[in-house]
């Protein structure tokens, strides 16, 4: 299995309060990747990383920043966590580009906000 | 533009076959198969790329078609540990490079 982890498993907060995930990678691999999971919405893009403190935007991006100063290491932030942000969140790492190499995802965080 | 994945669902004894489609209404790179069980994470199955081969996987092996913009998913003799969900994801050739959009799944219940 590819060494990726995410902290915390559960997170139960409330409107308004900041919140960060992390995600670890021991792969050495260069892209990381943010999804969220809602019931009828499948796997959907938050932010993604191709690189050291090069970061670009996914389908659903609003609310949400992320930072990478480190390889192994990719911050999701919820600057004002709402309600329609309780989700399952997944992190992926890949070793090249997305579109030619397969994703090892993360066991998920699921984070709910009441 | 996401891809449309059919059937939604389906239900098979042990045993049975299945198959499951993923299709674009933009010219495909490479269309990736994941499984999810329930609770889980993804995991990787196979890639398909524009000009490969058909992929195989154990019992499980997959298509593309590029003239369609679609990719078949086949899962033969399907087993109990095939339940769960199944999910394309998909690149196009024009589109980003770095990153997949996703189906919406397709649910597989295996009974025995």
């Known amino acids: 299995d590819a060494g990726i982890t995410q902290s915390p498993r559960h997170k139960v907060t409330e409107t308004g309060t900041p919140v960060t995930l992390r995600c670890h990678q021991t792969e050495n691999h260069r892209y990381m990747y943010w999804y969220r999971q809602d019931p009828g919405h499948g796997l959907r893009l938050i932010h993604y990383?191709?690189?050291?403190?090069?970061?670009d935007k996914g389908e659903v991006s609003d609310g949400y920043s992320v930072s990478r100063s480190k390889t192994e290491d990719f911050l999701l932030t919820l600057e004002s966590a709402t309600s329609s942000q309780t989700s399952v969140y997944f992190c992926?790492?890949?070793?090249?580009?997305?579109?030619?190499?397969?994703?090892?995802f993360g066991p998920g965080t699921r984070l709910t906000v009441l | 533009q996401q891809p449309v994945q059919s059937p939604q669902a389906v239900i098979l004894r042990e045993g049975e076959d299945a198959v499951i489609n993923c299709s674009s209404s933009?010219?495909?790179?490479?269309v990736h198969w994941y499984r999810q069980k329930h609770g889980e994470a993804p995991v990787f199955l196979m890639i398909l790329l524009k000009g490969g081969e058909q992929k195989g996987h154990d019992k499980i092996s997959a298509s593309f078609n590029e003239k369609k913009q679609q990719s078949s998913l086949y899962l033969t003799a399907s087993q109990l540990s095939y339940s769960g969900t199944y999910f394309c994801?998909?690149?196009?050739?024009?589109?980003?490079?770095?990153?997949?959009?996703w189906g919406l799944g397709t649910s597989l219940a295996v009974n025995p």
């Open positions: 992926a790492i890949s070793e090249r580009a997305g579109r030619d190499n397969e994703q090892f």
């Open positions: 933009k010219a495909l790179y490479s």
């Open positions: 994801g998909t690149a196009d050739n024009a589109g980003n490079n770095r990153k997949l959009i």
């Open positions: 990383s191709y690189g050291v403190k090069d970061t």
